[in-house]
């Protein structure tokens, strides 16, 4: 590999970063012009490297989102802390498979190693299992993977040997407010998404205790329940101490989403909020949202082990699996080969430390209040949530039609990116803090930018 080559990708990317804080946030170019700067014939004989990377970095810039950057606001997105990056880079080069311990030592030890540090930093079990997945959805599949193989298990049933035709039926008992992965997983895990039985959620989108009682009363047999800590819309987390009390009492599994709520474990202002949390059977977190590692990286932890290896697991002949104490990454998630993405995590948490972790989701929480105060000033505006996390619901004139506008202006406008949603039933635009290079002068300016597009709506 000529060296000259990566110095050019090297290069490219180095100026990509230095420019991120300046550039337009969303997207330049249309459909149309990227197709147009990207798509040759499939040529026979190939390219120079060299120029296919100078026609990939060119043709794909206008098609680029600063999402990486201080102000982009939109859906729940980390950037990349450059340490995270830089693992990253060498996650690449290395090229390891991550699949056993006999394929990456290095990749299962420092897997092993971003296990105990993660649990530390949750406090969560420290004989808690942990799989590193492509994100939240794959966590909250092989959790919920993890939860059918425990339910059934007790119900004298293997799954995994049997399948679930002619299996004691389970219940499925979710948040009206739960993130669209749960649903899906449901799915992938031959329940069907009929059937789940849904808990009301109150005006924070709060999974409602005593709903959660009633429900439970009417059910027998197999049960699993699926709390959140940290809703996509308002942050909002579930009073995860009751429900566990409740979920227990009926021997029901718990399962906690909180693919980017769950970091507020990590932080002294906000361990109240999620108080209870350690009591679970089973939680699903993202990396790549709020600890800013580069896409894509999700965490799995499940509190009883060996349910979670027997969902996971499988053997063969030819693969010199261990017996002893090395970690094979592949029994704790659903890929055989894979990216070693233990390295930027571990990077990520050995350069913040306990208190640099803590400073990146404290300090984005008080961004989210700065937004909050700085809107919510103008008489034009309504902040419709509690803002206990790093997300805040806003909506301008108390028009589904202004808000979208708003929305719409901003997104055109590029000083910074953020997306709408409905909120009970209203038009409401969202804003999420997760980037550790957002600055209070960052917020001062994308409120500014707002304001201005809510003043040019207003006159049209
Ligand atoms: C983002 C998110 C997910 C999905 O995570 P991905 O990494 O996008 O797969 C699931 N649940 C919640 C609450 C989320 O915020």
Request: charged residues 20%.
């Amino acid at each position: 590999m000529s060296n000259s080559l990566l110095d050019l990708a090297y290069g490219r990317a180095a100026a990509f970063l230095r420019e991120l804080p300046e550039r337009h946030v969303g997207a330049q170019g249309t459909r149309d012009e990227l197709v147009a700067a990207l798509h040759t014939p499939l040529s026979d004989d190939g390219e120079d490297p060299a120029a296919v990377i100078d026609a990939l970095s060119r043709g794909a810039d206008r098609g680029l989102i600063a999402c990486a950057g201080p102000r982009y606001f939109g859906f729940v997105i980390g950037g990349s802390l450059p340490v995270a990056l830089a693992a990253d880079w060498l996650t690449s080069a290395w090229d390891q498979n991550a699949g056993i311990y006999a394929t990456s030592p290095a990749a299962s030890v420092v897997e092993d190693i971003a296990r105990e540090w993660l649990l530390d930093l949750f406090d969560l079990p420290r004989t808690a299992s942990v799989g590193f997945v492509t994100g939240g959805q794959m966590a909250n599949f092989t959790a919920l993977a993890a939860a059918r193989h425990g339910v059934l298990r007790n119900a004298g049933w293997n799954v995994e040997e049997d399948g679930l035709a002619g299996a004691p039926p389970v219940h499925l008992v979710v948040s009206a407010a739960s993130h669209i992965t749960i649903h899906f997983s449901m799915r992938l895990l031959g329940f069907g998404t009929r059937a789940l039985i849904k808990v009301d959620a109150d005006e924070q989108g709060r999974m409602r205790a005593d709903s959660l009682r009633e429900t439970l009363r009417t059910l027998d047999g197999p049960i699993i329940v699926c709390a959140q800590a940290g809703n996509v819309n308002s942050g909002a987390v579930d009073p995860l101490r009751e429900i566990a009390e409740i979920a227990h009492e009926r021997n029901a599994w718990l399962h906690v989403d909180g693919a980017f709520g769950l970091w507020g474990r990590a932080t002294e202002s906000k361990r109240a909020l999620l108080d209870g949390c350690e009591l679970a059977d089973s939680w699903a977190n993202d990396a790549h949202k709020w600890l800013n590692v580069p896409y894509d990286s999700g965490i799995v932890i499940v509190r009883d082990s060996a349910s979670h290896r027997a969902a996971m697991t499988l053997s063969a002949e030819y693969l010199q699996q261990t017996t002893g104490v090395e970690r094979d990454n592949f029994e704790w998630v659903p890929d055989f080969s894979r990216r070693a993405r233990g390295f930027p995590i571990y990077a990520a948490i050995r350069a913040l430390g306990r208190r640099g972790v803590e400073s990146l989701i404290d300090a984005s929480c008080d961004r989210a209040r700065q937004f909050a105060e700085i809107l919510g000033h103008d008489p034009r505006v309504a902040i419709l949530n509690d803002v206990v996390l790093n997300q805040v619901l806003v909506r301008f004139n108390n028009s589904d039609d202004v808000t979208r506008n708003v929305i719409a202006r901003v997104q055109q406008e590029g000083t910074c990116w953020l997306g709408g949603t409905t909120w009970q039933g209203n038009a409401a635009m969202r804003i999420s803090v997760s980037n550790w290079s957002t600055t209070p002068e960052d917020v001062e300016k994308s409120c500014a930018a707002i304001m201005r597009c809510l003043d040019a709506v207003s006159q049209d």
